[in-house]
């Protein structure tokens, strides 16, 4: 069993930065597939990074060079630091963790994680 916790949410204008954080307990991180996902009012969740901190680490397109996912194994923690906010980066963001390494062919796929954290909203202003 893996609890998660989200913060770091907030209000921002366009081109500003916030950093989510997602704390873990129950279980360790380590080696687990560990990614953030969003979802927008209407809109199917969708993923957005997701790492092992291993080997593999992956961005949706549209955040690339934007956001960085990383992980601290020592404090059991997740991070995405989002840089150059945009509007249509405004969703609920959700922590999610399934415990294995990542796999390419499901990394972003919110169905393949088993443990969710309640979530923190981003609103990003024009």
């Known amino acids: 069993q893996v609890q998660l916790v989200e913060s770091g949410g907030g209000s921002v204008q366009a081109g500003g930065s916030l950093r989510l954080s997602c704390a873990a307990s129950g279980n360790t991180i380590r080696t687990y597939c560990m990614g953030w996902f969003r979802q927008a009012p209407g809109k199917e969740r969708e993923g957005v990074a997701v790492t092992d901190s291993i080997v593999y680490t992956r961005y949706r397109d549209s955040v690339k060079g934007r956001f960085t996912i990383s992980k601290d194994n020592a404090k059991n923690t997740l991070y995405l630091q989002m840089n150059s906010l945009k509007p249509e980066d405004t969703a609920m963001y959700y922590c999610?963790?399934?415990?294995?390494?990542?796999?390419?062919?499901?990394?972003?796929?919110?169905?393949?994680?088993?443990?969710w954290g309640q979530g923190t909203l981003v609103t990003v202003s024009s």
């Open positions: 999610a963790v399934v415990t294995r390494s990542c796999d390419s062919r499901w990394a972003l796929d919110s169905g393949s994680f088993d443990y």
